[in-house]
């Protein structure tokens, strides 16, 4: 049997939701350059992966390491 993984998207709504902030937030990070722009479904239609939500909080837990502690 083949594996196959459950992919999964999310609307600007429940990322916001997520991350404990607005869907203006999300589109405010998007512009500048602070988060992933989704996938465009259709005319008005953009979703976010699972996938690059979870490798997006990675990238994140990876800099918040990196930065030395005084």
């Excluded at 902030?21 to 976010?48: A, D, N």
Aim: aromatic share 12%; no cysteine.
């Amino acid at each position: 049997m083949k594996n196959t993984r459950l992919q999964m998207y999310f609307t600007d709504t429940e990322v916001g939701n997520y991350y404990s902030v607005s869907r203006g937030t999300i589109r405010r990070w998007i512009r500048e350059g602070k988060f992933p722009r989704g996938k465009k479904l259709s005319s008005g239609s953009t979703r976010w992966l699972r996938a690059d939500i979870e490798e997006f909080d990675q990238a994140v837990l990876r800099l918040n390491e990196e930065v030395p502690t005084e």
